[in-house]
């Protein structure tokens, strides 16, 4: 094991995993020695998995260490225990990396925590605890995107390398692992950098990286991945600073990590990977053809190279569909734009972080919107349907909310595509599952089951279980999350927390599938069709639905006597009007607070209607005008108001247009429409949906419901 670990030879690891096998079934149950041997076989299983990325390695690694740990762990005081655990925590990272299953890297940081928090202070372990520990942090937050993972890995890294005590007798191996330890800190801070953009953290990165390359004897297995890390923070450097010896130094450190790198390793498809995103980073500067080419076939080669169902695959399809899109935007050569879009589509189908997925399909609708109409709606359909997934019920709320803020226009542009090709039910089940997610799914957590319950009781409590568990750690407050700041123990009991949390969200998921396996109820909490939405309208007046884009802009209108949505394109209406509108809107409104304050003061000063009467004026002849004429109303009487939540405009109807005085209103949220619509009998109301920019109102007979993308 030991000569493997030097010289990484696998050979030396067959023969390690065989002595260790032969080993745990020569010692007999209850013997002292059982659990380190079960233990130092699943050790030995992992180290292959990492090398040749066979599952069933790591499968029997996490079963050989739990056993080792149940052996163990009747003991809380042994002292093996903190070990064993470590290598537990390390078997399930290594199922994560290929998996990207987020209970089997809450299990790891789980048990990493415990094995350091149980390591006496001082003792020689300590390094490779906080060492693991950090590592997995460094997993999460590459898989999360959650700061606050970058700051643990950095803190429990920098733990790692303060802890080598000074003369020491082992001080040799232990500068091998310094170098390791000088090797994560200087890739915690890389990651960090990319979410910050603070120079300060890829110049630390640079600088511990290039100490961990001196402190690692040369031909030593680790060295690869130590060019590889070097490589990666100097070319993020050039993209923040443009100094051209930055990326040729990115691309010298990662061509040495690539020719240190033996053929079949585990690790060669992230090599290949970051040499081709530097060689694009070059060519973005230079536009030299031929550092392109070179990107194009590391990302091929990282593509074939990695194993189906890998977590890496989609960021790997996303990188090629990337580099081939720079080439089709220098050549125009159609086929680069249709290998794009074909690697955009991989990307988002295949297994792993469902942020990158939905980049990629993202990236795909986007694209065959222009390139490949045939399939553009398909794409549209995808992406809409992952948003889901970012958004996931394992997250709080807040980070759901944060997760979907940069996705925040897409909806509208889906949309927008939809009414291009006249799919009008396709337009309105996309605004219905693309708006207000977060909220409804809450809602959802919430839904009465009562046929369920009918169906099967058991089934409806364990789903009503779930559901309210769910619910009560999805609105975890942001200081009820670990930090770096917290004590190891009490990250540890947050952990815990999160842990639960994963596993409740994986549990809800398999219940929902079970549900809908039963008969009738297929459509359980799915989102709603067209024509179900159509079914449930109030009989006395439309629903109107606006999708404001930089394209075009419309309206639906939704009518219980019509089979299919009524579409009003808004012709003399745009998204820069609606912004300048907004931006007179925010402006008046602070003059009004002005004048509040000062005639609070006792300083009389008269009111300036103009800005309101324009904004009024402009929305009555380009918005209400059309709709009211393709609805063939004649107004004769009343007031109504409509609005966009964003920028809390209220428009006023009478028979001579925009009207100055405002009828009393009564206010009350309801952030689903299509639930709300058919149970409302109050002639006069404005409905705000917060969560999604969307407002909902039934008006003197009609409701009008907007999508606008203001932020």
């Known amino acids: 094991m030991r000569r493997f670990e030097r010289l990484g030879e696998i050979g030396d690891i067959e023969k390690s995993i065989s002595n260790f096998e032969d080993a745990v079934q020569l010692t007999p149950d209850g013997h002292e020695k059982k659990a380190g041997r079960l233990s130092n076989l699943g050790a030995s299983l992992a180290r292959r998995f990492e090398c040749l990325g066979e599952m069933g390695d790591v499968e029997k690694s996490i079963s050989s260490q739990e056993d080792a740990v149940r ?50 202070s001082g003792h020689a372990d300590l390094l490779e605890r906080f060492t693991n520990l ?32 000074s003369g020491h007798p082992d001080l040799p191996n232990l500068f091998n692992h310094l170098g390791t330890s000088y090797n994560n800190l200087g890739t915690s801070y890389s990651c960090r950098f990319e979410c910050t953009g603070d120079l300060e953290d890829i110049d630390y990165s640079i600088s511990y990286l290039q100490k961990a390359i001196y402190s690692t004897p040369s031909g030593h297995p680790d060295l690869a991945w130590g060019f590889n890390n070097l490589g990666n923070s100097y070319g993020h450097r050039f993209e923040c600073t443009g100094d051209l010896k930055d990326i040729d130094c990115a691309i010298s450190y990662l061509q040495k990590a690539v020719q240190s790198t033996p053929y079949g390793h585990a690790n060669l498809p992230g090599l290949f990977t970051n040499l081709g995103n530097s060689y694009s980073l070059r060519f973005r500067r230079m536009e030299d053809l031929e550092d392109l080419d070179c990107a194009i076939s590391h990302h091929q080669k990282a593509v074939e190279s990695t194993p189906s169902g890998h977590a890496d695959l989609p960021g790997l399809f996303n990188n090629l569909g990337n580099s081939y899109l720079h080439r089709f935007e220098r050549n125009h050569y159609n086929p680069d734009v249709q290998r794009s879009i074909a690697s955009y589509r991989r990307g988002a189908k295949v297994n792993g972080a469902p942020s990158i997925r939905l980049t990629s399909a993202k990236d795909a609708a986007m694209l065959s919107s222009v390139h490949d109409s045939s399939q553009c709606l398909t794409d549209f359909e ?8 970012v958004a996931g019920l394992e997250q709080t709320v807040h980070r759901r909310h944060a997760n979907l803020h940069d996705h ?26 693309g708006r207000c997610l977060v909220w409804n799914q809450i809602t959802q957590l919430r839904t009465p089951i009562d046929n369920l319950h009918t169906k099967s009781p058991s089934l409806a409590d364990r789903f009503t279980k779930v559901a309210t568990a769910l619910e009560s750690y999805g609105t975890r407050s942001i200081s009820s999350i670990p930090s ?8 540890i009991r947050l952990q815990d927390d999160t842990r639960k949390h994963t596993l409740h969200a ?15 109820f297929n459509d359980f909490l799915r989102p709603p069709k067209a024509v179900n939405l159509l079914s449930s309208l ?15 802009c419309d309206a639906l209108a939704l009518i219980s006597t019509l089979e299919e949505p009524l579409h009003i394109t808004l012709k003399d209406f745009s998204l820069a ?3 300048k509108l907004q931006k007179t809107l925010q402006l008046n409104v602070l003059e009004q607070r002005e004048v509040e304050d000062q005639e609070r003061a006792g300083r009389p000063v008269p009111h300036n209607p103009a800005p309101m009467s324009f904004i009024l004026n402009e929305l009555w002849h380009n918005i209400v005008q059309p709709i009211f004429a393709a609805l063939g109303y004649q107004i004769v009487s009343s007031i109504a108001y409509c609005g966009f939540i964003d920028i809390y405009l209220f428009l006023a109807f009478s028979t001579q247009g925009p009207s100055e005085s405002f009828k009393s209103l009564t206010y009350m949220v309801v952030p689903d429409w299509s639930t709300r619509i058919s149970s409302t009998s109050c002639s006069w109301g404005i409905w705000f949906s917060l969560p999604a920019r969307i407002m909902c109102f039934r008006l003197c007979g009609f409701i009008i419901h907007t999508n606008c993308p203001f932020h």
């Open 538 to 552: 109030p009989s006395d007046g439309p629903v109107i639905i606006f999708n404001i884009h930089n394209t075009r």
């Open 484 to 491: 770096s700041h917290t004590t190891l123990a009490e990250d």
């Open 408 to 433: 925040s226009d897409f909806v509208a542009s889906a949309v927008a595509t939809a009414l291009n090709f006249n799919e009008l039910d396709l337009a309105l089940e996309w605004l219905e599952q």
């Open 577 to 579: 009007q609606a912004e």
């Open 134 to 165: 950090g590592n997995s942090y460094l997993r999460r937050f590459r898989h999360t995107r959650d700061l606050e993972d970058a700051n643990f890995s950095i803190s429990h890294h920098q733990k790692a390398a303060e802890s080598i005590p």
């Open 506 to 520: 994986a549990e809800y998921k398999q219940l929902l599938d079970e549900i809908r396996g039963l008969p009738d």
């Open 382 to 389: 995808l992406s809409i349907n992952l948003l889901s997934e």
């Open 71 to 120: 052996l163990t762990s009747s003991t809380a005081s042994h002292v093996d225990l903190p070990g064993l655990l470590n290598n537990l925590g390390n078997s399930y990272l290594c199922r994560f990396e290929r998996t990207g299953n987020l209970e089997d890297i809450d299990c790891a940081i789980s048990h990493h925590q415990k094995a350091a928090e149980s390591t006496p």
